[in-house]
């Protein structure tokens, strides 16, 4: 049983009383308690604050001051400086102005048109009144022969129902004008590539080349004149005395084609 008047310690059950001597081992194994937990508090504590520090930066020392090396010695040395010459009068050449050059305009020309002066036509082929005075025209006996042989005639029906002869003589030019045709050669007739006329040049020949030896071998005196439908385009054949076989010769048309 517990003693009178001191309360049963919580968490101890009511058991037999035990000797005093117990009691005090009780109080000591407390106080024992309390200074071992004080002691792991402190312990912690210090560890915590040491730790702390080492967590904290250090500051690194500052380096020793090095001895700042002593300045090279300077050389002084002492000249004598010459006495600059006084000014003398001024150069007149600088003085003078310069004078001033304008820059050039271009010089412009104007070139006339250069005018070629017109070609004047070659008429060289072409007869005048006085040359048309004594020649004979074709079915007027100017053909000449007998026997019915009046080549003058029958070569100038040929040049008429031949319409190349009509586009040759409009391509020259030569509509409604007198042309000198044969003269002992074929005449070329400005602006032609061959001469004659071409298309007249053959026309006339292939008539002459067929009709019978006797008629074309006839002799022949003067200029003779062919004429077309319209009655003012003619042409003219014949040089003093010649043969309508002469259009067929060397100095034909044959070499000139």
Request: charged share 20%.
């Amino acid at each position: 049983m517990s003693r009178k008047g001191n309360p049963i310690p919580e968490g101890h059950q009511e058991g037999p009383e035990l000797p005093q001597g117990t009691s005090q081992d009780a109080g000591q194994a407390r106080v024992m308690r309390r200074t071992r937990l004080l002691a792991g508090t402190f312990t912690a504590a210090v560890h915590l604050v040491v730790f702390a520090m080492l967590l904290l930066p250090r500051s690194s020392a500052p380096p020793l001051a090095q001895p700042e090396p002593e300045p090279e010695p300077i050389q002084v040395s002492l000249v004598d400086t010459p006495k600059p010459n006084p000014p003398g009068p001024p150069d007149v050449a600088m003085v003078q102005p310069q004078p001033v050059t304008l820059p050039q305009l271009p010089h412009l020309t104007s070139r006339a048109p250069i005018v070629s002066p017109p070609v004047k036509p070659d008429n060289s082929d072409l007869l005048s009144a006085a040359q048309l005075a004594g020649a004979a025209s074709a079915g007027e006996g100017g053909g000449g022969g007998g026997g019915g042989c009046d080549l003058a005639r029958a070569v100038q029906q040929a040049l008429r129902r031949d319409p190349l002869v009509h586009a040759a003589v409009e391509d020259a030019n030569r509509l409604g004008k007198a042309v000198m045709l044969w003269n002992g050669d074929w005449v070329r007739t400005s602006g032609q590539d061959g001469k004659g006329l071409s298309a007249v040049r053959e026309a006339i020949m292939w008539e002459v080349a067929f009709t019978p030896v006797a008629c074309r071998n006839q002799r022949m005196h003067g200029l003779v004149l062919l004429s077309l439908a319209d009655g003012s385009t003619r042409f003219a054949v014949g040089s003093g005395d010649w043969r309508w076989s002469d259009l067929l010769g060397v100095h034909g048309a044959a070499s000139d084609r």
